[in-house]
Structure formats: structure tokens, C-alpha cells
């Protein structure tokens, strides 16, 4: 079972982070240069972030992205708050301290949102993830505002005192957030929410960690460009764009690759060959003896086995693509040249994975004596330390290219397969062309 390195995690990370922090430096860049557009494109975005919200909520709904709701009700929540009560310190008490609460609520309800899962908004565990966050809108505007009255003066002065003295708490030196408007704790609050959602980003490899991280930063710095005259309402905009380019993004990943593998699915081979020129090959790939593999060593070593010839799959030369096309069938698609010129990469394809060998960690073989996984990888294996045993995978792979007895990509898939029978009838873990 192989195990990621340092390497191809950093590079997931940089992968998923990228298209959110280039929509973000470009809204910088735009924030910092207002004239890029007119006063009357300006006041059109001044609608951005509520419009964005709306059709971020909608596309949602349709894919079934319950958190995106959630978080995308919660920065329109503060884009409102930003217009009608957020403020500096030295312009009133009460804005200062209602943009401390939200700073710090936000990425903490982020993080709380990013976790829940997509549930949906009027399940049980939605409706009270729902009532949690008004709880906390209706107590925090129960300090701000000293109380609504329902408290005496020095009752009321004393709430919105200690409510100040942990939203302004100072743990490091002033000069730490002297470039900010955001408070120490609203910092350390959106650090902690940045450092989890990437590392999320990094394990995980999927667009909507990328989108959480994008948006919660989006609503970072439009907290941290309150007071100015364009920051808050270009970032605020940019918090649902973000979010809407992550669901469509995800949806698609959903649709068209495998969730085991992570190679294209069968549903992108189908489309993808619609776009074939005249010559080309297509290779069908099994691995051998699978299903007893499945039967002594379990499931779950059989998804790990996919795995790693996915992995392999991933690496064909010649210009080649891997898909997944269903069970342990792979389909290796050559968009040009013919099947000699594939050959050498399927073959090289084909000893890759034979001398790979295939470890099994802490395993129990099922009761099934007669049937040897070893015959997916032949032999029984050699053991290691710790009753690990290494076992050897092979597969077999028929490839055929487009002729006149073969001139469409389904007639051509028919031909690799029956290659691959005729592989698999020869002896397995061979190349028939």
C-alpha cells in the first residue's frame, strides 16, 4: 500500500489553493485601483455580494452542497453588517464591537460549517446547526446593543466591558496587528480556520476545501479593508463567486472521475472519444484474478490494490489517458499513431506493476483457503516484520486501433477486449495486440 509523500501533498495543496488565490489577488488589484472601472459599474457592484449569494444558494440546492448555504447565508450576513453597523474603533463603540464579534465568529462557524457535512439545510442536524448560529447573532446583538435596555446602566456598561475586553484582548504585541483593522483574537480566530481548511485541502484533494479556504479568506480581507471605500463590497463579492466556481468544479469531479481512483470515469471516456481523430488505439486492462484477491484479502485491500494500478495507469507514455472503466477495468486511450506505437507503453506499462509488488498491512486472510489472493499476485507472497505480506499484481491488456473493421471508439473497445480475453486465455499478465 503506498503512502503519499511530502511532495504530493504540498502539490495537491498548490493545486486546489490556486484558482482562489488568483481570483483574490485580482480583486486586490481592483480594490487598489479603482478607476480600472466607472462610478456607475461600482455602484452596480455595490449589489454583488447579495446577487452572488443568490445564485451561489441555488446552484447549491441543485448539487445538493448543503455547507455552501450555510456559509454563503453567513458572509451576506456580514457583507449587511458591513453596511449598516460595522466601524472602526475611534468612529463608534458599538461598530468596533460588532466587527470584533463577527471577525471572530465567522471563521469559527466556518470551520463548524466545513465539518458538518452535506447533510441538508431541514434535516435535524441542519435546522440545529441553523438555530446555533442565530443563538449566536441574537447574543452578540444583545451585547453590542448594552443589552437592548432590558438591562440597568451600570448592568448594560458592564456587559459591553467585558464583551470588549475579550474581543480586544492583546496576547502579542500591538505591532503584530498594527497593519490590520482586525482585532488579536479575530486573527488568531481566521489563522486557525485558513491552517485547518488548508491541510484539508492538502489530505484531501477536493475543489470545495479550496472553496472554503478562498471564501473565508475572501471575508478575511474584507473585514481587513473596512473603512475603505472598496475592499469590503469587491471581497464580498468575490466570497460566493468563489464558492459557486468550487460547486460547479466539484459537481463535475462527481460526474466524470472515479471516486476510488481519482482517474476520469467512464462517463469522461464516452465523451472524450467523441473528439478521436481517425487514428488512434484504445487498450482495455484487468487485473488478473481480482475477485479471488477480494476473496481472501477483503474489500477493502482490493480498493487499495485499484489504487496503486491506477496510480501506475496515471504514469502510461506515448501521450496516453487511464480512465476507469468499471470494476478493475481500466481503459488506456492513445489519441494518436497506431497500435505499434502504443505496444512498447503498454508493455512497459504491464512490468511496471508486476514489479511493483503490493504490501498488505496488518491483514487477516479470510477462512477461504483454496482461494489465493496470491493468484492476483501469484504465490502467496513473501512476509515481512509485523505480519506484513507482499504480494505480486499483474494485469492483462488487450489494444486494438481504428480500422475499417473497427471504425468507431465502441467497435475499437470491443476489439481490445477481445485482446484481453485472448491475453487472459494465454496466461494473463501479457500484451495482446
Not at 264 to 283: F, I, N, Q, S
Request: hydrophobic share 50%; with cysteine; charged share 20%.
Amino acid at each position: 500500500m503506498t503512502q503519499d509523500g511530502p511532495g504530493e501533498v504540498l502539490g495537491r495543496a498548490v493545486l486546489v489553493v490556486l484558482p482562489p488565490a488568483a481570483l483574490l489577488s485580482g480583486g486586490g488589484w481592483l480594490a487598489a485601483h479603482p478607476s480600472l472601472l466607472p462610478p456607475a459599474l461600482w455602484d452596480l457592484l455595490a449589489w454583488g455580494p447579495y446577487a452572488g449569494a443568490a445564485l451561489g444558494a441555488l446552484l447549491a440546492w441543485r448539487f445538493k452542497r448543503t455547507r455552501v448555504v450555510f456559509l454563503l447565508a453567513l458572509a451576506t450576513l456580514g457583507h449587511w453588517l458591513s453596511g449598516h453597523w460595522f466601524s472602526l474603533p475611534d468612529q463608534s463603540l458599538h461598530g468596533h464591537m460588532a466587527h470584533a464579534a463577527y471577525a471572530v465568529l465567522f471563521p469559527l462557524n466556518a470551520l463548524l460549517v466545513a465539518g458538518f457535512g452535506d447533510r441538508g439545510v431541514l434535516t435535524g442536524r441542519g435546522v440545529a446547526l441553523g438555530l446555533l448560529m442565530a443563538l449566536q447573532c441574537l447574543v452578540a446583538a444583545f451585547v453590542v446593543g448594552g443589552g437592548w435596555g432590558l438591562l440597568d446602566p451600570a448592568a448594560s456598561v458592564r456587559v459591553q466591558v467585558e464583551a470588549g475586553v475579550w474581543l480586544d484582548a492583546r496576547f502579542a504585541p500591538p505591532s503584530w496587528a498594527a497593519w490590520t483593522s482586525l482585532t488579536q483574537p479575530a486573527l488568531a480566530a481566521f489563522l486557525l480556520a485558513l491552517l485547518v481548511l488548508l491541510s484539508g485541502a492538502a489530505l484531501r484533494d477536493q475543489p470545495m476545501d479550496g472553496g472554503f479556504l478562498g471564501a473565508v479568506a475572501a471575508v478575511g480581507l474584507a473585514l481587513h479593508g473596512q473603512g475603505t471605500a472598496h475592499a469590503p463590497v469587491v471581497f464580498n463579492t468575490l466570497a460566493p463567486v468563489i464558492l459557486m466556481a468550487a460547486t460547479v468544479q466539484d459537481s463535475w469531479r462527481m460526474a466524470f472521475l472515479d471516486e476510488l481512483t481519482g482517474l476520469p470515469g467512464r462517463r469522461a471516456l464516452m465523451a472524450d472519444t467523441r473528439h478521436l481523430g481517425g487514428r488512434y488505439v484504445m487498450a482495455m486492462v484487468d487485473v488478473d484474478h481480482f475477485k479471488k484477491f477480494n476473496d481472501t484479502y477483503g474489500h477493502d485491500t482490493g480498493d487499495d490494490v485499484l489504487r496503486m494500478v491506477a496510480t501506475r495507469l496515471a504514469k502510461v507514455g506515448g501521450g496516453g489517458t487511464a480512465y476507469r472503466y468499471g470494476g478493475e477495468e481500466f481503459t488506456v486511450v492513445f489519441p494518436r499513431g497506431a497500435v505499434e506505437q502504443a505496444a512498447p507503453h503498454l508493455e512497459a506499462l504491464r512490468k511496471a506493476i508486476d514489479e511493483s509488488g503490493f504490501r498488505i498491512r496488518n491483514r487477516t486472510v479470510r477462512a477461504n483457503k483454496g482461494a489465493q489472493g496470491g493468484k492476483a499476485a501469484k504465490g502467496k507472497g513473501a512476509k515481512g516484520k509485523n505480519g506484513e505480506r507482499t504480494v505480486r499484481v499483474t494485469v492483462s491488456i488487450g489494444a486494438a486501433e481504428r480500422s475499417d473493421d473497427a471504425p468507431t471508439p465502441a467497435e475499437v473497445i470491443k476489439a481490445a477486449d477481445k485482446l484481453l480475453y485472448k491475453a487472459k486465455k494465454s496466461g494473463r499478465n501479457k500484451v495482446v495486440v
